[in-house]
């Protein structure tokens, strides 16, 4: 990503227009958002419309590329996708777009050229098609606000203990391995059962320190789901100042493989 990354995708993703700021502020308070990924036209005003008819506030998105670095600073209740936009992002930013739309409800839409009409189905395992105003009440503004956190992720693989509770107790405690790891938080190989929101804990055989770290489980990839690592993406919520001085110094050692990571 380029030094002028952000300043374009700030200008690029674009939040409701208010007359007054500050009046703006508060009548959006408490209000449920929608991130609406798609091209500019025709299409993405109707969907616009439709996801307004929620009471959701709506901010856009003209591709994949330019959510990155500009929607750190707001939480979203879910995201409507536009397929043709998903399908050219999927071409090139797959690992992007997958960690994206496993973390937060999502709809896909798309408006068919002859009758204009909008045809929504909601993304996951549990698919289904309906109205997008419907899709968006059932599955996005029941669930709670997430927020990307913009951080690098290495491709370091920890000996841990993980446990549902600090006791790690043997019946309860599985011996696993990380997948990638940031400084907020890492991808654990599981294919238990975990929840979204559920705390674990966690001990990195290779820290030194090995304090058990609380974690809070981000997102989940449910084993023969997709052709891809199962387990689950969690963010740190605990460390002591030795553990965390000790992880930074391994992230940054030169066998280290970086990319880039939407951590919510």
Avoid at 36 to 48: E, F, H, S, V, W
Avoid at 241 to 260: D, G, I, V, Y
Wanted: aromatic residues 6%.
């Amino acid at each position: 990503m380029h030094a002028n990354m952000s300043e374009a995708c700030a200008e690029a993703v674009t939040p409701p227009k208010k007359g007054n700021a500050m009046e703006g502020c508060r009548a959006d308070e408490g209000r449920p958002r929608i991130l609406l990924i798609a091209q500019k036209g025709m299409a993405r005003d109707r969907y616009r419309r439709d996801i307004r008819r929620t009471g959701a506030r709506v901010d856009t998105a003209a591709s994949i590329e330019d959510v990155q670095g500009a929607v750190t600073q707001s939480a979203y209740n879910g995201i409507v996708i536009d397929i043709p936009t998903k399908i050219q992002a999927m071409n090139r930013h797959k690992e992007l777009v997958s960690s994206i739309l496993d973390r937060f409800p999502v709809i896909q839409v798309n408006q068919e050229k002859t009758s204009g009409r909008i045809r929504a189905l909601r993304y996951g395992r549990h698919t289904r098609h309906g109205e997008l105003h419907e899709l968006i009440q059932e599955s996005c503004l029941t669930s709670p606000p997430r927020r990307f956190r913009a951080s690098k992720r290495y491709d370091l693989h920890f000996n841990l203990l993980m446990a549902p509770s600090r006791r790690f107790d043997s019946n309860e405690t599985e011996r696993t391995v990380t997948f990638n790891v940031s400084s907020d938080g890492c991808f654990i190989f599981t294919t238990a059962r975990f929840q979204r929101g559920q705390s674990v804990w966690v001990r990195i055989m290779e820290l030194y320190d090995k304090t058990p770290i609380a974690c809070e489980v981000i997102h989940k990839r449910k084993w023969g789901a997709e052709m891809a690592i199962p387990g689950i993406g969690v963010c740190f919520k605990s460390m002591t100042e030795a553990q965390t001085r000790a992880l930074s110094a391994l992230c940054a050692r030169p066998f280290k493989t970086e990319r880039t990571a939407w951590l919510p």
